[in-house]
């Protein structure tokens, strides 16, 4: 919400997916705005991510939901993330939502993940999140990251969070992000990290 003398002007952000869990986050973490993903105001439609960096696949979400919308007036934000793990070469890393195939669930692509590692005769690698946001306006585009990093385990423990959350224990901890509470993801999450920058270009609105 921001003041001036004459009016008080509320943002509102349309969030370019339908992922549950990130829609959750996202608004937790952006609770000074209104935030509604975009398939409360159209129809879901598929988008093609044929980029090459989270940040390219970021960009293509936000401008197709705008563009779909129809509306100059709105801002929207795209994310774009996934864990690269080191000893599978930085895999899944951009494939991360579509490991275990296109339509994969959660679970599907967190198991195919443990067994990818397990297969290297190990109970766990290095590894970290990439958090890529991308706001796109009628005027203007813009494009943030944010990183966490830790270690990937070769199976899974916890119930919280969503994706591959309880197989990654970040750096400094010695739970999985599954075990952890919100309060405390929400303090070191990639994402959290990139809605932080993008929050600095969102103040200049």
Request: hydrophobic share 40%; glycine share 8%.
């Amino acid at each position: 919400m921001f003041k001036d003398k004459h009016k008080e002007i509320s943002l509102k952000l349309v969030l370019a997916t339908s992922n549950k869990g990130k829609v959750k986050e996202i608004q937790a973490l952006c609770k000074e705005y209104e935030v509604v993903p975009y398939s409360a105001l159209i129809e879901e439609f598929e988008i093609v991510e044929n980029g090459n960096t989270f940040k390219e696949n970021a960009l293509i979400k936000a401008r197709a939901v705008f563009q779909a919308l129809g509306d100059k007036n709105v801002i929207v934000i795209a994310d774009d993330s996934g864990i690269s793990v080191d000893i599978l070469g930085g895999a899944p890393g951009l494939y991360s939502a579509r490991y275990a195939g296109e339509n994969a669930t959660d679970k599907e692509n967190l198991h195919k993940l443990i067994d990818a590692i397990k297969a290297k005769n190990v109970d766990s690698s290095p590894a970290y999140y990439t958090a890529a946001i991308a706001i796109v306006t009628s005027t203007n585009e813009y494009s943030v990251h944010g990183w966490m990093y830790g270690t990937a385990l070769a199976q899974s423990i916890g119930d919280g969070g969503f994706g591959y959350d309880p197989m990654f224990i970040p750096l400094g901890y010695d739970k999985t992000l599954g075990e952890l509470d919100e309060n405390s993801k929400q303090k070191l999450s990639h994402r959290a990290k990139a809605l932080a920058l993008a929050k600095h270009i969102l103040q200049t609105f």
